[in-house]
């Protein structure tokens, strides 16, 4: 019998801590406490020091919430961690860095996981090396429990679930529009972003991974979906213009891999892709225009080394992230379009919508709840490395809309 229900660890960093601010907020620090005593949590990470102003911070005890030390680089202290507990939620980032390890040693000791990556590469990485072993030892690894990709994921799930309450069929086409959105960045993303960078310069067939818009299925899939658009376009359904979504090429992928993971339920010929909307008009176009090029000059410049230590000059520094006050301020739009096979009248359009910043606020809660869906929801998702919908789908969900100001609703 594990001790806690839940382990963050990175606690210390931006957005463990606000996790660890989130299930604090839910449940109490530690067992026993806040709105539901069932949960047991705790807290750890690298630095004990770091972990016990935390634990002061959100005004709990050394009883209530014991910190664990474990550090990347110690495999023991990890195993120690993991054998303690029926969930880790890891913010440990960059994910490609920090975090192989630890999904190792989760798949052999059969305990669930989530995380925050959006590492493409890394993640075909954990599938390859271990979605065996996990599989075997009733292991569920789930990669993306953010902004990227919850919203995508779970959007497609709950378009193709009124598609089929309401029509008996499944869409074969969902497109993904980002609508509106505020918030910030934080170190630790910024530092995924050039790590992610430096292990494509090192070895160019990451570049081949990432570009591949299957890249999470298994064995060697092809469907009809191709690379992610980078130009401005007109979308005849939602009538506006239209760029390329910069969290495209991670939430694509983990949809597909969902799919798969379920059986292809909407059909071999399914069709999914992400775009961010501009409005109707010239000045649509214009606005389209400059998100389509702006994409492209950064994908370019940051291939250089010299100009990505200059950028790093100006993005935060790990630990930093967006204040208080913007991640209230903060919110997020998009609309899913589930399109009916045969009649354009009975396509299913729904909105997903956060009330903090996509990025942290919102994020943090979404993270906070995966893990504690995985531990005691009662899922009988199997083993592997699955994603937020093959998972967790209904009762994430659920989750998500009751208590992390993350709604579904129909549009
Ligand atoms: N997908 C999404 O929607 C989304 C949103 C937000 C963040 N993220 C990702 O989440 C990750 C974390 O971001 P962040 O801004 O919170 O980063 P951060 O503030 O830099 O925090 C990183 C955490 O990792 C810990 N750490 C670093 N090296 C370690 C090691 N060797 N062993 C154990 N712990 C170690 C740090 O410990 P110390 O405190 O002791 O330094 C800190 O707790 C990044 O990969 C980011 O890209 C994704």
Redesign the pocket.
């Known amino acids: 019998m594990a001790d806690f229900d839940v382990i963050v ?9 606000l996790v660890a601010e989130y299930l604090a907020e839910r449940h109490g620090p530690g067992e026993g406490g806040g709105t539901d005593a069932r949960v047991s949590w705790t807290i750890a ?3 004990a020091k ?1 972990l016990e102003t935390l634990r002061a911070e959100l005004g709990a005890t050394g009883d209530a919430l014991p910190v664990l030390v ?4 110690d495999v023991d202290s990890l195993r120690e961690m993991v054998r303690r507990t029926r969930v880790v939620c890891s ?5 490609a ?2 975090g192989s390890d630890l999904v190792r040693v989760c798949a052999e000791e059969g305990v669930d996981y989530c ?5 493409v590469h890394w993640m075909r990485r954990m599938i390859d090396e271990h979605e065996a072993t996990a599989g075997t030892n009733g292991a569920r690894i789930v990669h ?6 919850i919203p995508s994921d779970l959007g497609v799930h709950y378009v193709q679930r009124v598609m089929h309450e309401r029509h008996g069929v499944y869409a074969r086409e969902v497109k993904f529009r980002a609508l509106d959105f505020k918030g910030g960045m ?4 910024a ?3 050039m790590y992610m960078l430096e292990e494509t310069e090192r070895d160019p067939g990451i570049r081949r991974v990432m570009q591949n818009p299957y890249a999470l299925n298994p064995g060697e899939e092809k469907g009809l979906d191709g690379p992610d658009s980078q130009a401005a376009f007109y979308d005849e359904d939602f009538h506006t213009w239209a760029g390329p979504f910069m969290m495209a090429g ?1 939430n694509t992928r983990v949809v597909r891999r969902t799919h798969a993971l379920l059986g292809y339920p909407y059909g071999r010929d399914f069709r999914y892709g992400e775009a961010m909307l501009t409005k109707d008009g010239p000045v649509g176009f214009t606005s389209a225009v400059v998100v389509s090029m702006g994409s492209a000059a950064m994908t370019t410049m940051t291939t250089f080394p010299s100009i990505r230590h200059l950028l790093a000059r100006f993005v935060p520094k ?4 967006p204040s208080h006050a913007a991640r209230e301020a903060g919110y997020f739009k998009v609309a899913l379009l589930g399109k009916h096979p045969e009649d354009a009248d009975k396509d299913v359009l729904v909105d997903v919508q956060g009330d903090r910043d ?3 606020g919102s ?2 809660r ?1 993270l906070g709840e995966s893990a504690l869906c995985l531990a005691l929801d009662g899922l009988n998702s199997p083993g592997g490395i699955t994603t937020p919908a093959a998972s967790m789908g209904d009762a994430l969900l659920a989750r998500l809309s009751d208590h992390a100001g993350v709604t579904f609703s129909e549009g």
């Open positions: 660890w990175g606690a210390t960093g931006f957005t463990g801590r990470g690298r630095n770091k474990a550090n990347s680089s913010a440990v980032g960059p994910y860095k920090y995380d925050l990556a959006g590492e993306s429990c953010g902004f990227d990709c934080s170190g630790g993303t530092d995924s972003m991670i790990p630990g930093d992230g996509p990025g942290y994020t943090a979404m």
